[in-house]
């Protein structure tokens, strides 16, 4: 009995060590399978990251192959996180609807724009799709996002679009493509007059552009569509915040109807020529210093403090010399070495050039090589040294573009110019250098 019953155990051992290690093997086997299919899967889409020009957005990129199709999609991401959640979930969304009704021919493409105004980002996702071999643009969505609080607008914030329905239908009613389609055919392509459709947009700083999927059009259509209409002829209906700049009216009238040219001659000293810049600097007014060379080669800091200042170096010889009574070699003289003195103290030539006395000829004209400047408005202040006086003499030869003589040596020219200034801006003069002055002389 012992020997039959042997026998008989070898078979069953064996056979239970083959179905032991064939249930291992197929364990093994289904393993590596399993591990094999999700590396495939996983491989099949890549994830990556561009940075965008502007430092406030990256662009994620997935690209991906399956059975239904293959599919490339970009997408924004920022430093709001909320924007990032949104966004993600909407092109996640995209990417399902897209796999459950489209079949292996199919390209899935998703990529946006963006622009950027004040605080405010727009973005534009638009969603292609293509079957055979045919693009279409199937839809596109908006989002606003405030890169000053990271958190995303809602259209209402931005623009109140009740006001513009008859303007966006209007202008869409105009567009080529719309055109050509109504042309076509009997029925129309309208907007539908819902509030809702008019929540789709971009601003850029020119622009606001809005954007219509298909469903927005009263008849089908399979495309989208899009508008744009300039800032500022909406502006209105903008809200506060983002209201363009206005455009500003001096821009018409180009040359302001009433200017003076500052002059200060003889100078500089380091008392009165000192008072002088201090109140040009408070109100704000750019002058024309004709600089005695004598006095840039005694004060040279002052002619580096005129320049510093942003008023513009004129020449007006070197010894105060009446130059015309003088011989070509010593008005070359007067004129260069004052140039000299002005350059080595300010770093700059003198841009301008008055003879003292207002005394020249075609030889004085020729060595100063810049424009000579001499004045219309004299208002005797070396002379008067009196306030009222030099009100007096400005108000009886003032003019539309004037060129006022005043002379930065003397106390009292310093002590009356806050009254001549207050006077002249009353009068709505606008302030220029001799420069600006003869430019706008040529000009006309
Ligand atoms: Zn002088």
Not at 18 to 41: C, P, R
């Amino acid at each position: 009995m012992n020997q039959p019953t042997a026998k008989k155990r070898l078979p069953i051992n064996f056979l239970l060590i083959t179905i032991g290690l064939s249930l291992i093997i197929f364990a093994v086997f289904y393993i590596i399978t399993l591990k094999t299919d999700q590396i495939n899967s996983a491989s099949a889409e890549t994830h990556s990251t561009v940075f965008v020009k502007d430092s406030f957005i990256e662009t994620n990129i997935i690209k991906g192959e399956t059975n239904s199709g293959n599919y490339t999609i970009k997408y924004p991401q920022t430093t709001s996180a909320d924007f990032n959640q949104q966004v993600e979930e909407y092109v996640t969304d995209l990417k399902t609807d897209f796999f459950q009704s489209h079949t292996s021919s199919s390209t899935l493409i998703i990529d946006y724009s963006f622009t950027h105004y004040k605080n405010l980002y727009s973005f534009v996702l638009s969603q292609k799709v293509k079957q055979d071999t045919l693009f279409t643009e199937k839809i596109k969505r908006t989002f606003l996002l405030d890169s000053k609080n990271n958190s995303i607008l809602s259209p209402e914030t931005v623009v109140s679009s009740k006001q513009l329905i008859p303007l966006i239908s209007k202008r869409f009613s105009e567009q080529e493509k719309i055109k050509q389609f109504n042309a076509q055919r009997d029925k129309k392509l309208e907007l539908a007059n819902d509030e809702s459709l008019y929540k789709q947009f971009t601003i850029s700083n020119k622009n606001i552009t809005f954007y219509f999927n298909p469903e927005s059009f009263t008849i089908p259509y399979n495309d989208t569509a899009s508008i744009s209409i300039s800032l500022n002829s909406i502006r209105n209906s903008l809200n506060e915040a983002y209201k363009p700049a206005p455009i500003k009216k001096k821009k018409a009238s180009k040359t302001p109807t009433k200017v003076v040219s500052l002059t200060f001659d003889d100078g500089p000293n380091t008392t009165s020529t000192k008072q002088i810049l201090a109140i040009l600097k408070k109100e704000q007014i750019k002058a024309t210093f004709f600089i005695v060379g004598t006095q840039a080669k005694a004060n040279p800091k002052m002619v580096k403090e005129i320049y510093k200042a942003g008023h513009e170096l004129g020449n007006h010889s070197f010894t105060h010399a009446d130059l015309a009574r003088l011989s070509d070699k010593k008005i070359k003289n007067e004129i260069t070495k004052t140039n000299k003195y002005i350059k080595e103290a300010s770093g700059h030539n003198p841009t301008v050039f008055r003879p003292p006395y207002g005394s020249f000829d075609q030889r004085v004209i020729n060595y100063a090589k810049v424009p000579m400047i001499l004045w219309s408005v004299d208002t005797l202040d070396w002379q008067n040294h009196n306030t009222t006086s030099i009100l007096h003499n400005i108000e009886e030869e003032k003019s539309k573009q004037m060129t006022l003589l005043m002379h930065d040596i003397h106390d009292s020219s310093a002590d009356a110019l806050p009254k001549v200034i207050k006077k002249l801006k009353k009068e709505n003069y606008t302030f220029v250098t001799a420069s600006e002055l003869l430019e706008m002389k040529n000009k006309k």
